[in-house]
C-alpha cells in the first residue's frame, strides 16, 4: 500500500532534550516536505526536499532540522526543542507536478 | 511568501443544503489541490486541477480553477453529516517549489 509513515503520532517531551520524527515513503517520490499546523495558522513549510542531498528551508524553519540520506527517509530533528514547538506536524511527499500524500501526523507537546 | 486565501473560514450548514469554498491566490499558479482532513488527523487528497478554466468533480464535491489559474472554488452539492471536516487548498506556484497551503474552511453539517 503506498503511503507515508511518520513516527511517532505522540510525543511528550521536555525543553532542551533532542528528539527525531521520523518519514518514510513507499512511492520513490522525489519530493518530501515537513509541516506544522496550529489553531489559526493553517499549514506551515518548515523544510522541503526536491531530491536526495537537496533540502531547502520553507517559511518556518528556525529550531528545526532535517536530511535526506536516502529517497524514502526525511527525518525532522529538533536540536532543543522549546514550548513554541508544541505543535502537529506532517510529513508528506509527492511526485512531479502530482498531489502530495501525507502521513498521520505526530503531535508534539514540548513542557 | 506565496499566500492563499481561503473563505470562509468557517461554515455551518443543514444537511442537504448547497456550499461553496473558495481559494485565492496572489500569483498564477502551476496547479491547484484540495484536501480534506478530519479533525487533528492527515490530510486526504480531493482534487487536482492544473488548466485554466479545469472542473473536476467526484461523488458531490466539484472544483474549479478560473481561467487565469488563481481562484479556485470548491461546491458541494446537498452536503451530508460525513462531508464535515476542514477544507484545504493547497498549491504550487508557476515559479518556485514551495507547496503552500491555505488556513482552512471548518465545514459542520447539521443533521
Known amino acids: 500500500e503506498a503511503q507515508v509513515t511518520q513516527n511517532p503520532r505522540y510525543l511528550i517531551t521536555v525543553t532542551g532534550k533532542k528528539l527525531t520524527v521520523t518519514c518514510s515513503q513507499n512511492m520513490n517520490h522525489e519530493y518530501m516536505s515537513w509541516y506544522r499546523q496550529d489553531p489559526g495558522l493553517g499549514l506551515r513549510q518548515i523544510y522541503y526536499?526536491?531530491?536526495?542531498?537537496?533540502?531547502d528551508k520553507g517559511d518556518v524553519p528556525e529550531g528545526y532540522k532535517v536530511s535526506r540520506k536516502e529517497k524514502r527517509n526525511f527525518p525532522l530533528i529538533l536540536e532543543s526543542p522549546s514550548p513554541n514547538q508544541t505543535s502537529l506536524y506532517f510529513c508528506?511527499?509527492?511526485?512531479?507536478?502530482?498531489?502530495?500524500?501525507f502521513g498521520n501526523g505526530t503531535r508534539l507537546t514540548v513542557t | 511568501s506565496q499566500e492563499l486565501e481561503q473563505s470562509p473560514q468557517s461554515l455551518i450548514v443543514q444537511e442537504g443544503k448547497n456550499l461553496t469554498i473558495n481559494c485565492t491566490s496572489s500569483k498564477t499558479l502551476y496547479g491547484l489541490y484540495w484536501y480534506k482532513q478530519k479533525y487533528g488527523e492527515g490530510l486526504i487528497f480531493l482534487m487536482m486541477?492544473?488548466?485554466?478554466?479545469e472542473e473536476k468533480s467526484h461523488e458531490k464535491i466539484t472544483a474549479k480553477l478560473d481561467e487565469k489559474k488563481q481562484q479556485s472554488s470548491l461546491h458541494i452539492t446537498a452536503s451530508q453529516p460525513s462531508h464535515a471536516g476542514i477544507y484545504l487548498c493547497?498549491?504550487?506556484?508557476?515559479?518556485?517549489?514551495?507547496?503552500?497551503f491555505g488556513t482552512g474552511t471548518s465545514l459542520t453539517v447539521i443533521p
Open positions: 508528506a511527499s509527492g511526485g512531479v507536478g502530482g498531489p502530495l500524500h
Open positions: 493547497g498549491a504550487v506556484p508557476n515559479t518556485g517549489n514551495q507547496f503552500y
Open positions: 486541477l492544473q488548466k485554466g478554466g
Open positions: 526536499s526536491m531530491n536526495v542531498e537537496v533540502t
